[in-house]
């Protein structure tokens, strides 16, 4: 149980383009799902918090503008990188928390890892 | 914000032998903190979690201790596998927010476990 899929797994794009990751709770309704960053050899660094419905909130640096969410439905979370640019480059992850559990446990998608070239 | 910091950053165990990884972190409001391995180009997977209200838990080979007054809490394998190998992440989280609730990742501590 509480399986997290991302699509797509990795991509590769022009700069200036955007692209969009999905991310999704297959088995149980996320009360809360979270975006990270991961650059090679390094730790995951949260982006965003996004609740259905709600207006994502980003951490202290991170452009908005730049990296939109849409967390349109209980399983379902988008995040699109807006003319992205090679230093957009990364790992990303989402996570999502169990509706109903321990709000502090977080189940983890396999992670997008995106190339701008 | 919290600060959560991870030692030693590389591992490398003889098969067999005990690994151990500590964290400390800065808010004393923290209450949950969770460990995470993660292996190259996957997602990271909880394997083990504590809250404030318990010193220490175990689950077969793996067992965390947690010491509030002192704010830290670390991670400990016993009887070390090659598939243990692998990047591990502490974290921490002042939890049970109806909102969901941030965790605060360690720097991570790469595990080698020598055959």
């Known amino acids: 149980g509480a399986v997290v899929s991302q699509h797509p797994s990795w991509v590769i794009c022009k700069s200036g383009t955007s692209v969009k990751i999905e991310c999704r709770s297959l088995d149980f309704q996320a009360t809360t799902m979270f975006w990270y960053r991961q650059f090679p050899k390094q730790s995951l660094m949260l982006m965003a918090t996004s609740n259905e419905g709600s207006k994502a909130t980003y951490e202290q640096g991170v452009e908005k503008d730049k990296f939109l969410i849409n967390h349109a439905s209980l399983t379902l979370s988008t995040l699109t990188v807006t003319s992205a640019h090679p230093e957009d480059s990364s790992f990303y992850i989402c996570?999502?928390?169990?509706?109903?559990?321990?709000?502090?446990?977080?189940?983890f998608g396999p992670g997008t890892r995106l190339t701008v070239l | 914000g919290e600060n959560v910091e991870q030692h030693p950053s590389t591992l490398s165990v003889q098969e067999g032998d005990s690994a151990v990884i500590k964290c400390t972190y800065s808010d004393s409001a923290s209450n949950y903190f969770p460990w995470y391995k993660q292996e190259l180009g996957k997602r990271p997977q909880l394997i083990i979690d504590?809250?404030?209200?318990?010193g220490e838990k175990k689950d077969q080979r793996i067992a965390v201790t947690l010491n509030k007054t002192a704010k830290h809490f670390s991670l400990h394998i016993t009887e070390t596998q090659p598939e243990d190998s692998a990047v591990y992440f502490c974290?921490?989280?002042?939890?049970?927010?109806?909102?969901?609730?941030?965790?605060?990742f360690g720097g991570g501590t790469r595990v080698l476990v020598k055959p």
């Open positions: 974290a921490a989280s002042n939890g049970w927010k109806a909102a969901g609730n941030k965790l605060t």
């Open positions: 996570s999502a928390s169990l509706r109903g559990g321990p709000t502090d446990t977080q189940y």
């Open positions: 504590i809250r404030s209200n318990v």
